[in-house]
């Protein structure tokens, strides 16, 4: 069973280019890359929440390049415990997390944030589990 402890989160490198930057996102050699199945993009406007979902067998590669998104994780043993990373332009990093964890994410900038994810696996509707956002007592306004 996975846990929240075992979220890998990897500090990325942004690279200052005329005309543009460039961000890197993962490697091959990276220590936490397991495989390629995908990778997509998805919009969080600003303090919408999209939650909860727990993939049985993906995992997930989050990158956020443009604005600001929190993460929040939950405990697999339905504790009340969760885990809260705010990740993009100011904290540019991955993050990786195992199969077996719920998550949520919401948008933190005053702007639409764009985020990646890069899987392991192909998207497979029956290896992911849903939840609404209602679900786990978890306060997405606070601090």
């Given at each position: 069973?996975?846990s929240?402890?075992?979220?890998?989160?990897t500090p990325?490198?942004?690279?200052?280019?005329?005309?543009g930057d460039i961000l890197h996102?993962?490697?091959?050699?990276?220590?936490?890359f397991?495989g390629?199945?995908?990778?997509?993009?998805s919009w969080a406007?600003?303090m919408?929440?999209?939650?909860?979902?727990?993939?049985?067998?993906m995992?997930?590669n989050?990158?956020?390049p443009?604005?600001?998104?929190?993460?929040?994780?939950h405990?697999?043993?339905?504790s009340?415990?969760?885990?809260m990373?705010?990740?993009g332009?100011s904290?540019?990093v991955r993050?990786?997390?195992?199969?077996?964890i719920?998550f949520?994410?919401?948008?933190?900038?005053?702007?639409s944030s764009l985020?990646?994810?890069?899987?392991?696996?192909e998207?497979?509707?029956?290896?992911?589990l849903?939840?609404v956002?209602?679900?786990?007592?978890y306060?997405?306004?606070?601090a």
């Amino acid at each position: 069973m996975s846990s929240i402890e075992q979220i890998v989160v990897t500090p990325l490198k942004r690279i200052q280019t005329p005309g543009g930057d460039i961000l890197h996102a993962i490697k091959a050699s990276d220590p936490s890359f397991t495989g390629f199945g995908e990778a997509y993009f998805s919009w969080a406007d600003p303090m919408e929440v999209k939650a909860w979902k727990c993939h049985q067998r993906m995992v997930i590669n989050l990158v956020v390049p443009v604005g600001k998104v929190r993460f929040v994780f939950h405990a697999p043993d339905h504790s009340e415990r969760f885990r809260m990373e705010e990740v993009g332009e100011s904290r540019y990093v991955r993050l990786t997390v195992p199969p077996g964890i719920w998550f949520g994410f919401q948008g933190r900038a005053t702007h639409s944030s764009l985020l990646m994810n890069i899987a392991d696996i192909e998207h497979d509707s029956a290896e992911v589990l849903r939840k609404v956002v209602d679900d786990f007592d978890y306060n997405w306004n606070g601090a």
